[in-house]
């Protein structure tokens, strides 16, 4: 009962206000018209006055006539008046239109933006091309990921995150190539700043190497993990190269590169140690490392389905890391080897 109550009183409160509705335009078409009508009879009988005579001394002479085509003019003009404002009507409902139109399209053409696949050679960060491998995680199936770094951390890291949040899968399979520095020989970069000159910094290097192993011990752990949450199979491989971490470089299969360089350098006191004997009048208390930074540096990043120039770089870079992929050396038969056995340290 409550509800038909209701429902009759919206009923008749839409009738009211529809009715109210056609009252008033009835009302305004009435009042158009008497005004119209009463213009013109002023107008006729203004005229009349003119011509015949016995009307014309009751409205004492022709001053009507200029009366009458004044308002024949005031009829004209209320008729374009009553016109303008139909048409200004008309035109602020369509600007109105317009305005809400362009408001609806303005969204679109931003979230068109925001979701915007990045151009060919587009600037990137270590946050785009995490998601870019996590939206590829997601979709399953064969992937491939591939990375040239300096010892891993980041990539490492941020990958493990994405890996452990995967939902299952059991056909998921992820292919973890890296590639990174072999720190088991004598490089200068990074290295020891003695003297104004760049030479090995030995102990440095010790501690990336520890550090490396970690990182591929860290990653391989998620083998095991996500086998047992069914998130599919993880196979982890690590190579080392004797080269300087100069180049990132990082492919999603055969359809993503980004690519940049270690573009910051740090030097700060060494911390490490150092088996290199001191030269006569060298100051061993100005040893600084020199170290490489570049967890923050810019990305470029070149998209498969983004032309011709960009499967080109894709190509070319695949070959890069493949050729040096095949020249470096298996990380576990590395591990056995120690700095201190290394026959080109200078002792």
């Known amino acids: 009962m409550v509800e038909l109550s209701d429902w009759l009183g919206d009923l008749v409160s839409e009738s009211r206000t529809a009715l109210s509705r056609r009252v008033a335009a009835g009302w305004a078409r009435a009042e158009s018209t008497a005004t119209r009508l009463l213009l013109l009879a002023v107008f006729l009988v203004g005229l009349i006055a003119q011509f015949v005579k016995p009307v014309g001394d009751a409205l004492e002479g022709k001053a009507y006539l200029g009366g009458a085509l004044l308002s024949l003019v005031g009829y004209v003009l209320y008729t374009e008046v009553q016109k303008l404002n139909t048409a200004h009507e008309s035109q602020r409902d369509s600007s109105e239109q317009l305005q809400e139109t362009i408001r609806l399209l303005s969204g679109e053409i931003q979230n068109l933006a925001s979701n915007q696949v990045p151009q060919p050679g587009a600037d990137a960060t270590m946050d785009d091309l995490m998601e870019q491998c996590r939206q590829r995680l997601q979709l399953g199936g064969d992937v491939h990921l591939w990375a040239m770094c300096f010892t891993g951390e980041t990539f490492v890291n941020s990958l493990k995150r994405l890996l452990e949040g995967l939902p299952p899968d059991h056909e998921r399979k992820v292919h973890v190539r890296i590639l990174v520095p072999d720190f088991n020989q004598r490089i200068e970069v990074p290295g020891l700043l003695r003297d104004g000159k760049i030479t090995d910094a030995d102990g440095f290097r010790r501690h990336l190497v520890q550090k490396i192993s970690r990182h591929e011990r860290d990653l391989r752990e998620m083998i095991g993990r996500m ?6 199979t993880l196979k982890v491989k690590f190579h080392a190269m004797h080269m300087s971490p100069s180049l990132k470089l990082y492919l999603i299969n055969d359809e993503q590169v980004f690519e940049g360089i270690y573009d910051r350098i740090e030097l700060r006191p060494n911390e490490y140690g150092s088996a290199l004997p001191a030269q006569p009048g060298s100051r061993t208390t100005d040893d600084q490392l020199l170290d490489l930074i570049g967890y923050d540096s810019l990305l470029t990043r070149w998209n498969r389905d983004d032309g011709e120039r960009a499967r080109e ?35």
Request: proline share 2%; no cysteine; net charge neutral.
């Open 227 to 232: 086998e047992r949450k069914r998130q599919g």
């Open 313 to 347: 770089v894709i190509d070319r870079r695949r070959t890069l890391f493949d050729t040096f992929w095949e020249a470096g050396h298996d990380l576990a038969t590395l591990s056995a080897r120690s700095v201190d056995n290394d026959p080109e340290r200078v002792v």
